[in-house]
């Protein structure tokens, strides 16, 4: 397929300003501006005005429960799997699938297959071994052997911490749980980092903190995630930036993670250690003051789309800056940079959207293919 979008502004996510972008294949050919159209077309190429329109990377969704979520509740509190075509249609180009409360009913086998149907229907698709349980479950018995030897697997999680879900790891665990997936990153070329479900215990973020604190473990092999559940867990998650430099993720909320994240630039936060997520798919469960659930919902996946254009149109903040937690930021912790996620750059991965000037999607490119 060779395919020319002519003229967009493009956010990279950095503002290169009004340019051509080719594609050829799976790749961003060239980025340039005066790319002749004729040229193309003469080649059997399509060649496609986008002179009012932006161009951006799509978005990664590094948390994701592709066959559903929950069942605290019984069999019947069992959320639905999904469908590639939800993720698509709503601009996220990568996802990152993952177990979650229940690894029993569902494993790791079935994930795979799943991820491999997202890849197979043009997504780029990765999952994590292990689930909440600690010590985790895995495919081949092995935690570093799943990560070094099937490609999808780049890393562990969601591991609970801090909730009354979680196996109750130590900070001793946690460090070796996350040193192997290192360890096995190295091995095999991937991230091999360890994805921290953080519950409402009031522990919060002491585990991780005591884990780094001899400076074996680099912070950066690790991310909180749900860190926004609390105000206060919220001031611990920003502490783990300052003090150790690592990352955060946010669950994406449509009616209020727009405002945390603007609030969180203006006062000055290092912007470059944000992620958001959708958890999507997963279950949203509401639990009593003894624990026992009370109401459940399937976490909706259009919230990374819904929380980027409510930051630049209720908050007017700068695009490049909007798109980092969505795109930039994901791609650097699961290191997918070099394979064009998360960015828009000459000889990687065509993964991009085309939106008009209301952020509305338009076209979805994710390996080069023409999705939407």
């Not at 951006?56 to 948390?63: W, Y």
């Not at 409360?101 to 994590?128: C, P, Q, V, W, Y």
């Not at 990560?147 to 697997?153: R, S, Y």
Request: charged fraction near 25%; glycine fraction near 12%.
């Amino acid at each position: 397929m060779l395919v020319l979008l002519k003229g967009p502004e493009v956010y990279a996510p950095e503002h290169l300003g009004r340019k051509d972008i080719l594609i050829a294949g799976e790749n961003i050919f060239r980025i340039s501006e005066g790319i002749c159209p004729d040229s193309v077309t003469a080649i059997g190429g399509e060649a496609i005005d986008c002179s009012s329109c932006i161009a951006v990377p799509g978005f990664i969704d590094g948390h994701v429960h592709p066959l559903g979520g929950g069942g605290e509740g019984g069999f019947s509190t069992r959320t639905s799997e999904g469908f590639a075509e939800q993720f698509v249609r709503t601009g996220t180009t990568t996802v990152i699938g993952m177990l979650g409360t229940d690894g029993i009913t569902r494993d790791h086998i079935s994930l795979l297959a799943k991820m491999r149907e997202f890849g197979e229907k043009g997504l780029n698709a990765f999952m994590l071994t292990g689930s909440y349980r600690f010590p985790v479950k895995t495919i081949t018995g092995d935690l570093m052997r799943d990560i070094v030897l099937i490609p999808e697997i780049i890393g562990v999680g969601e591991v609970a911490v801090s909730d009354h879900r979680s196996s109750n790891m130590t900070a001793e665990e946690l460090q070796r749980l996350a040193m192997d997936a290192r360890r096995a990153g190295l091995l095999s070329g991937k991230a091999g980092v360890c994805v921290l479900h953080l519950g409402d215990g009031e522990a919060r973020l002491a585990k991780l903190f005591e884990a780094t604190e001899d400076g074996t473990l680099n912070p950066k092999q690790t991310i909180p995630t749900h860190i926004c559940r609390t105000d206060e867990l919220l001031a611990e998650g920003l502490k783990w930036i300052s003090e150790r430099d690592g990352y955060i993720d946010l669950t994406a909320n449509e009616n209020k993670t727009h405002a945390i994240l603007s609030g969180l630039y203006a006062q000055g936060v290092n912007f470059d250690r944000l992620c958001v997520s959708s958890d999507g798919l997963g279950s949203a469960p509401v639990f009593d003051d003894e624990k026992n659930l009370i109401g459940l919902k399937s976490a909706p996946v259009d919230t990374l789309l819904k929380t980027f254009v409510r930051m630049v149109n209720e908050y007017q903040m700068d695009i490049s800056e909007a798109l980092k937690p969505f795109t930039l930021n994901p791609s650097r912790f699961y290191k997918l940079m070099d394979f064009g996620q998360g960015v828009i750059n000459e000889g990687k991965k065509a993964n991009l959207l085309v939106m008009n000037n209301n952020f509305e999607i338009l076209k979805v490119f994710s390996r080069g293919r023409f999705l939407v």
